[in-house]
Structures are given as C-alpha cells and as structure tokens.
C-alpha cells in the first residue's frame, strides 16, 4: 500500500477558499488513480473528486462540480483539492485515498489506501 498524508484543512468563511494537499510516499505514485472523499459527522463517507493515474481525466460529485478541482503532480507524488466558493454544507473531514485500478472508483471499498483526514471547517 501507499501511505498518504493530507494536508491544507482549517476554517474558512463561506464563499472561501482552500487548497488541500496529499502527498503519497512508499509505492509508484503514477500507479494509482487518486481520489478525494469527504465525511461529516453523523453522516456516511462521500466522494468528492477522482484523478486517473495520468492527471488526464477527472470526475466530480454533482455536489461541488464547477467549484473544486483536483490535479495532481506525479513528479511531487502529490494529489490537491483546490475548492473555491465553499459552503458551509462542505465542512468535513476530508480523505484521500489511492486504487490500483484505471478507472476512478466511486466507492470507499474500492480504495486500499487513505491518508487520515484533514478537518475543513465553513462558517456561515
């Protein structure tokens, strides 16, 4: 497995910005599709955002579609989460988490490996 390091979380008021970061070490970072996830308390594990293992092709929750953005460096073995326009509905703990596969997997299952979690706080 990778090991996965997120960080960038804090308080921000709503209409904010952040930028999360995740730096990956231990295994080929170019290897794995990268994934956001998000969850808030009381509430299940939610996808965010997905990265293909070449940074060419990106898949967002309807949720945060045309306001976060993820990329990632292969040659920094990092994967970010720019999100702009926050809502205090994105407060969360957010995840990032690394598969083998080619495609962008949805679901926490199908991701080996995460990061443990950076707190993202809006105030309204």
């Known amino acids: 497995q990778v090991q996965l390091v997120e960080s960038g979380g804090g308080l921000v008021q709503a209409g904010g910005s952040l930028r999360l970061s995740c730096v990956a070490s231990?295994?080929?970072?170019?290897?794995?599709?990268m994934a956001w996830f998000r969850q808030a308390p009381g509430k299940e594990r939610e996808f965010v955002a997905g990265?293909?293992?070449?940074?060419?092709?990106?898949y967002y929750a309807d949720s945060v579609k045309g306001r976060f953005t993820i990329s990632r460096d292969n040659a920094k073995n990092t994967v970010y989460l720019q999100m702009n326009s926050l809502k205090p509905e994105d407060t969360a703990v957010y995840y990032c988490?690394?598969?083998?596969?080619?495609?962008?997997?949805?679901?926490?299952?199908?991701?080996?490996?995460w990061g443990q979690g950076t707190q993202v706080t809006v105030s309204s």
């Open positions: 988490a690394a598969d083998e596969g080619w495609g962008i997997p949805r679901r926490p299952a199908d991701f080996g490996s």
């Open positions: 231990g295994r080929t970072f170019s290897n794995y599709a």
């Open positions: 990265v293909r293992r070449s940074g060419v092709g990106t």
